[in-house]
Nanobody, 123 residues
Framework: QVDLVESGGGLVQAGGTLRLSCAAS????????MGWFRQAPGKEREFVAY????????DYADSVKGRFTISRDNAKNTVVLQLNSLEPEDTAVYYCAASTRSWATRGREYAYWGQGTQGTVSS
C-alpha cells in the first residue's frame, strides 16, 4: 500500500507558476511509474505527465508539453510537477498516482492515488 499526499496547489495569475509535490509513504517513488492527472470542473480526469520508474523516461499530455516538468527526488521520496506559463484552462484538481507499469497514461493503469490539490489560474 502506497500512500500519496499532494501539496503546493493555490491561486495564481495567468502566466504564473505552481510547484506541486507528491510525498509517498509505504513505498518508494523509484519503484513505481509516477503520474499526475487533473480534473477540471465538469470534465473528466485527464492525464498530465508521468515519469518511468526505471529509466526516468517522461511523457506529457500535448496540452502541457513545454510548460510542465515532472521530476523525482528519491532522497525525499517525492515527485514534483513544475507548472509554468499557466493558463486559466489549467485550473483543476491535480492528482498524483503510482503505477507498477513501465509506462502508463490511463487512470485505470494506476493503483494508488492521492487526495488531490487544487490549482486555480485567474485570467
Amino acid at each position: 500500500q502506497v500512500d500519496l499526499v499532494e501539496s503546493g496547489g493555490g491561486l495564481v495569475q495567468a502566466g504564473g507558476t505552481l510547484r506541486l509535490s507528491c510525498a509517498a509513504s509505504g513505498g518508494s517513488v523509484s519503484s513505481y511509474t509516477m503520474g499526475w492527472f487533473r480534473q477540471a470542473p465538469g470534465k473528466e480526469r485527464e492525464f498530465v505527465a508521468y515519469i518511468n520508474w526505471s529509466d526516468e523516461n517522461t511523457d506529457y499530455a500535448d496540452s502541457v508539453k513545454g510548460r510542465f516538468t515532472i521530476s523525482r527526488d528519491n532522497a525525499k521520496n517525492t515527485v514534483v510537477l513544475q507548472l509554468n506559463s499557466l493558463e486559466p484552462e489549467d485550473t483543476a484538481v491535480y492528482y498524483c498516482a503510482a503505477s507498477t507499469r513501465s509506462w502508463a497514461t490511463r487512470g485505470r493503469e494506476y493503483a494508488y492515488w492521492g487526495q488531490g490539490t487544487q490549482g486555480t489560474v485567474s485570467s
